[in-house]
């Protein structure tokens, strides 16, 4: 990728990091790498660029500098694609990025794309019926604590309060989720799993809590989506798994921090991502 190659970028207004200050800067970044930003849009605002648009107008590689549920989105939209993605961290967490180049600034990442020291990777990502999660799935009731992150970013303080209240009594009342199979090292149910994709396969992690302000605290961890901090089991690590819900119902569930609902009782998948990916550490599977 020496020289001057066009570029497709994607921001999202909503993400951590994406104000014109920032925008500007990493604009200016490519285009000391030796590319120019040809195509940039912000979603939701407008519509993901689909491979065969990317394709007539000749552009071989978008990057995307949003949170991971954007990630998510445009690599969904890209699936089957003969072009790459090059992933930015332009939100809060930025699993994948992190998953992709360790801990390498934005600049340097980009620098090693642009010089065409990068490679091209499909990294497993977890496949279910309800969508994929590049980054991290969540199942179980305590996902219900999503909600209340959504009222807190609309700044709704009556939706926060109603949301918190039926979230915790939520993680509370249900039972939750328990996995299934010989893959499994604990036969237990869990208020929240998390299957997180590696190279070798889904490391499956159980979150427990036994007080009422336990799940207080846990489900302040699940809005900031820092739960891997908290104390949990593991539960061993699998391509695939199938977990099912202890009263018969539907599995909520949080795809890379998008809220989803899967079956009662569902299989998960390590499976290729559908498109190529730019990673700069030797390990970005």
């Known amino acids: 990728m020496m020289g001057s190659q066009r570029i497709g970028l994607v921001t999202n207004a909503a993400s951590g990091s994406n104000d014109e200050k920032t925008l500007a800067e990493l604009k200016a970044c490519c285009g000391d790498a030796g590319f120019v930003v040809d195509r940039a849009l912000s979603f939701p605002d407008r519509p993901l660029p689909t491979g ?10 978008v990057a995307v500098f949003a949170g991971d549920g954007t990630v998510n989105a445009l690599i969904g939209a890209l699936s089957g694609w003969g072009g ?25 990442v980009i620098r090693l794309a ?3 020291k990068a490679e091209r990777t499909r990294p497993g990502i977890v496949r279910c019926s309800a969508g994929t999660a590049t980054a991290d799935l969540l199942a179980g009731p ?7 992150r959504e ?18 009594g939520a993680t509370l009342a249900a039972p939750g989720v328990a996995c299934r199979g010989p893959e499994c090292l604990a036969a237990s149910d869990y208020p929240l799993i998390m299957l997180t994709p590696t190279g070798e396969g889904m490391r499956m992690s159980g979150f427990r809590a036994e007080t009422a302000g336990d ?9 900031q989506r820092r739960f891997r901090e908290g104390p949990h089991d593991d ?18 569930l949080l795809l890379d921090g998008e809220s989803a609902q899967g079956a009662a009782e569902e299989v998960f998948r390590l499976v290729p991502c559908g498109v190529d990916l730019l990673a700069t550490r030797a390990d970005g599977r």
Do not use: K
Request: glycine residues 12%; negative net charge; hydrophobic residues 45%.
């Open 215 to 223: 799940y207080i605290e846990g489900g302040l961890a699940v809005l």
């Open 84 to 108: 790459a993605v090059l992933v930015l961290p332009g939100g809060t967490m930025n699993l994948l990025f992190h998953r992709l180049h360790g801990d390498r600034t934005t600049a340097e």
């Open 114 to 116: 642009g010089s065409g």
């Open 52 to 61: 065969s648009q990317l394709d007539a107008a000749e552009i071989g590689l």
């Open 142 to 148: 305590g996902t219900s604590w999503h909600a209340v």
């Open 235 to 252: 539960l061993g690590v699998a391509r695939q798994v199938t977990l099912a819900s202890t009263t018969g119902e539907p599995i909520p």
């Open 151 to 168: 009222s807190m970013r609309e700044a709704d303080l009556l939706a926060v309060a109603a949301s918190t209240a039926q979230a915790l």
